[in-house]
T-cell receptor, first 115, second 109 residues
Framework: DSGVTQTPKHLITATGQRVTLRCSPRSGDLSVYWYQQSLDQGLQFLIHYYNGEERAKGNILERFSAQQFPDLHSELNLSSLELGDSALYFC??????????????FGPGTRLTVL | GQQVMQIPQYQHVQEGEDFTTYCNSSTTLSNIQWYKQRPGGHPVFLIQLVKSGEVKKQKRLTFQFGEAKKNSSLHITATQTTDVGTYFCARTSYDKVIFGPGTSLSVIP
């Protein structure tokens, strides 16, 4: 158990819908990262928040958005869902703002299925 | 420019054989991290390398960072069925973390 929690574990929805994925980082961690992992694909970095502020964006679609709240939990919002958005979504947390010495701890992931 | 490549994509070994995966970058890396993801699981941090030529060992796992800091390798001696999974290398760059595509290891008992 990494100490990072993600809800829900599974989510099944239809095309065109909007969903929200939630992540609670480890106690004391200020950074939250979001990743998308499609079937047989690697981990695609989406976005990084540190202490409530956006720090970096990766391959995140305009239909997706995220935020980190004062209690440091984070939410990833996915809208106008398409079949291709079906994937595992992981969040990870780390102690500091990133950089070269920070270790990431991954949550168990949310499996999103778009029908 | 920021991508990291990994080879091989897949590796099937007999239990007891050795295994090596390689991570390569076209640009100099400030660091390299290695993660393992078991089937159905989430990535788990294994180690971080920072110094040129660095070698670190964890039991049967040996991690190396190239002298030019453009490549890294993970070597497993005498694989066991518990080593099954996908091994990812990752680089950090300006608050982003870029993962390689991973090497999927199968161990035949």
């Amino acid at each position: 158990d990494s100490g990072v929690t993600q809800t829900p574990k599974h989510l099944i929805t239809a095309t065109g819908q909007r969903v929200t994925l939630r992540c609670s980082p480890r106690s004391g961690d200020l950074s939250v990262y979001w990743y998308q992992q499609s079937l047989d694909q690697g981990l695609q970095f989406l976005i990084h928040y540190y202490n409530g502020e956006e720090r970096a964006k990766g391959n995140i679609l305009e239909r997706f958005s995220a935020q980190q709240f004062p209690d440091l939990h984070s939410e990833l919002n996915l809208s106008s869902l398409e079949l291709g958005d079906s994937a595992l979504y992981f969040c990870a947390s780390s102690r500091t703002s990133g950089g070269s010495t920070d270790t990431q701890y991954f949550g168990p992931g949310t499996r999103l299925t778009v029908l | 420019g920021q991508q990291v490549m990994q080879i091989p994509q897949y590796q099937h070994v007999q239990e007891g054989e050795d295994f090596t995966t390689y991570c390569n970058s076209s640009t100099t890396l400030s660091n390299i991290q290695w993660y393992k993801q078991r089937p159905g699981g989430h990535p788990v941090f294994l180690i971080q390398l920072v110094k040129s030529g660095e070698v670190k060992k964890q039991k049967r796992l040996t991690f190396q960072f190239g002298e030019a800091k453009k490549n890294s390798s993970l070597h497993i001696t005498a694989t066991q069925t518990t080593d099954v999974g996908t091994y990812f290398c990752a680089r950090t760059s300006y608050d982003k973390v870029i993962f390689g595509p991973g090497t999927s290891l199968s161990v035949i008992p």
